[in-house]
């Protein structure tokens, strides 16, 4: 099962990747796709980092 610290790490390099998919468009090539993957990157950091906290392990 991943860790809170892997799911944030897979949800910024997703953010990164929307974000270069988005910024290195030609005007000529314009798509949705990098700005609902930058906004659903963006939410799940959210989420994961204010909503869904892990409990603590009694090991």
Same mark, same amino acid.
């Given at each position: ?11 910024? *390099?997703?953010? *990164? &990747?929307?974000?270069?998919? !988005? *910024? ?5 090539? *314009?798509? /949705? !796709? ?8 963006? &939410?799940?950091? /959210? !989420?994961?980092?204010?909503? /869904? ?7």
């Amino acid at each position: 099962m991943l860790t809170a610290r892997d799911r944030l790490t897979i949800y910024s *390099v997703l953010c *990164v &990747v929307a974000a270069c998919a !988005l *910024v290195f468009r030609t005007t000529a090539n *314009v798509s /949705w !796709l990098p700005v609902i993957g930058l906004s659903a990157s963006i &939410v799940g950091i /959210w !989420l994961e980092r204010f909503r /869904w906290r892990e409990e603590p392990h009694d090991h």
